[in-house]
């Protein structure tokens, strides 16, 4: 069945880069997913990639995908205090549901 | 733009009461999603609509749960005799025709008295 793991606090000190680590179970997952959410907030898509790609680039995030090892990773460069959210990773094969990360929560630090 | 709109927010019951919500996706958007989040927990994925069509329902879906998109826009999700078990965050998404991009509404937060 599908599984995706990551941990649940990262802190970090405003400026630095932050990374958030997941891994996943099902191999027939085909889009992976960065997801945010701010207290009281619904959950924002901040990016997605599909499983035929290494990399992603959007201004500061960077998401690697590591397709034999199932590891995906998010890294935030030049982190500031509004990146402080609940960062959960989700995959899907396509159309079809997604299934969440139970979540991991970024503190930065002033 | 208008995005995902969930209604009512908050909704309070006692246990036993039925419950129904609604979730008007964005206007193009074909994919309907109901998820379910607890606190501390990720979504939950409950059901997906393509259209009107019930595509797919999680075993987490009880008998007391259902959901219906009647003309393909707006859907509902009924809960019957709540339980205490019931409280929890249920998230609507739709998406295009584009795998990999579904846009979720602020939630219905039910509590169960």
């Known amino acids: 069945g599908e599984d995706v793991e990551q941990s649940l606090f990262l802190s970090v000190r405003e400026g630095d880069s932050s990374v958030i680590n997941c891994t996943y179970t099902?191999?027939?997952?085909?889009?992976l997913y960065w997801y945010k959410q701010e207290p009281g907030a619904g959950l924002q898509l901040l990016t997605y990639?599909?499983?035929?790609?290494d990399m992603k680039q959007d201004q500061r995030l960077t998401v690697l995908l590591n397709k034999k090892d199932k590891h995906l990773s998010l890294r935030i460069a030049d982190t500031q205090t509004g990146d402080s959210a609940i960062y959960f990773c989700?995959?899907?094969?396509?159309?079809?549901?997604?299934?969440f990360g139970i979540g991991t929560k970024l503190q930065v630090i002033p | 733009d208008t995005g995902v709109s969930q209604d009512p927010r908050h909704k309070i019951t006692k246990r036993g009461q039925n419950v129904t919500f609604r979730c008007d996706p964005i206007s193009e958007h074909n994919r309907l999603y109901w998820y379910r989040q607890t606190l501390g927990q990720g979504p939950e994925f409950l059901t997906y609509?393509?259209?009107?069509?019930?595509?797919?329902k999680s075993r987490l879906l009880s008998d007391r749960f259902s959901a219906e998109r009647p003309k393909g826009s707006f859907s509902t999700l009924e809960i019957q005799r709540t339980e205490q078990g019931d409280s929890a965050m249920y998230l609507c998404?739709?998406?295009?025709?584009?795998?990999?991009?579904?846009?979720f509404g602020p939630g219905t937060r039910l509590t169960v008295t």
């Open positions: 998404a739709s998406s295009t025709g584009t795998p990999g991009e579904q846009y």
């Open positions: 990639i599909f499983s035929n790609m």
């Open positions: 099902d191999s027939s997952s085909t889009y």
């Open positions: 989700a995959e899907s094969a396509g159309y079809q549901k997604v299934t």
């Open positions: 609509f393509q259209n009107e069509a019930q595509l797919e």
